[in-house]
């Protein structure tokens, strides 16, 4: 039996749209056990112990890249992660099902390869990068094929996530964008996005608040988010450097450098946004790992 642990994810990171990403220290754990025949999943909602599983159909497609017969198998799944709140749930799912076909097969997957074929899985590389790789990571599609490279964030950032009780899915995030933006806020972004990965290396809230404004994708999102605009005008205002929608939302994600913070902004969050909770967290630089072989 193999265990994959896997990070979750926050992406976007405000300005940088489907290219930036950053894995925290909430994980989850999937356990893979060969058996005769059959499929038993077990420690997930018993609606999702189906063959459609996310983990299971990673697990599969990586086998059928290299053209192996799958046994039975025994799938066990531990997640921290919630799903739909814009923490990589997915991504973490996809990147441990192929985890787990490599290990348990002995497939001789590079993280290269793994990286590929998760991303083709996902669609886009911005959760997949740092569930695999950790930190901060910067990713891209060319050619078809997705490239990644980490970046540095200052040790003086602390992270607190702002996860609601309620869901929304990527399809109807995605489904508020617009096809089309303007030149000047496609321009807007792209300067932004570049700005924000030189920020995060230093330790200047000001700057920092500044590279993390977005004209593509937060503004359509907050409108399906109820509260979300106002909580994190108000984070910003308590003390937040920045406050941005974890991927497509709905949660938030809060940097910041005064170890008071949350202490002032909890009083705010029960008495004015009581869907929220708060959930500390920090930057995990290890990425996904194999935990144990037995």
């Known amino acids: 039996m193999i265990t994959i642990r896997v990070p979750a994810t926050t992406a976007n990171l405000g300005p940088g749209f489907d290219c930036l990403g950053m894995a925290l220290d909430l994980y989850a754990r999937f ?19 189906r063959p459609d599983n996310l983990v299971y159909q990673a697990f599969l497609a990586a086998l059928k890249h290299y053209d192996v017969k799958p046994d ?23 990147t441990g099902g192929i985890l787990g076909a490599n290990a348990l097969y002995q497939l001789g ?17 911005d959760n997949i990068a740092p569930a695999l790789f950790g930190g901060l990571r910067v990713s891209m599609m060319e050619g078809g094929l997705p490239h990644q490279l980490p970046a540095a964030v200052h040790p003086s950032w ?11 899915t990527t399809e109807a995030a995605r489904a508020a964008l617009p096809a089309l933006v303007s030149l ?25 608040r500044l590279a ?43 940097l910041y450098q005064n170890s008071d913070f949350p202490a002032r902004l909890e009083p705010v969050i029960a008495a004015v946004f009581p869907r929220f909770a708060m959930t500390p967290l920090a930057l995990c630089h290890a990425g996904a790992v194999v935990e144990r072989i037995t």
């Open 31 to 49: 356990s893979f056990e060969i058996t005769k025949k059959g499929l038993d999943i077990t420690g997930c909602d018993p609606a999702l112990a």
């Open 72 to 94: 039975g198998l025994r799938l066990h799944i531990q997640s921290d992660i919630p799903q739909a709140r814009g923490l990589g749930s997915s991504a973490a799912c996809i």
């Open 109 to 125: 997957m590079d993280d290269q390869a793994v990286f590929e074929l998760a991303c083709a899985l996902e669609g886009h590389p």
């Open 158 to 168: 602390r992270v607190l996530a702002l996860i609601p009780d309620f869901s929304l």
């Open 184 to 208: 000047g806020d496609a321009c807007y972004n792209l300067s932004h996005a570049a700005f924000l990965l030189k920020a995060l290396e230093q330790d200047d809230p000001t700057l920092l």
């Open 212 to 254: 993390c404004r977005d004209r593509l994708h937060q503004d359509a999102r907050f409108a399906l988010i109820p509260g979300g605009r106002q909580l994190k005008e108000k984070a910003e205002d308590i003390g937040a450097a920045a406050c941005w929608l974890s991927g497509a939302g709905p949660t938030l994600i809060c």
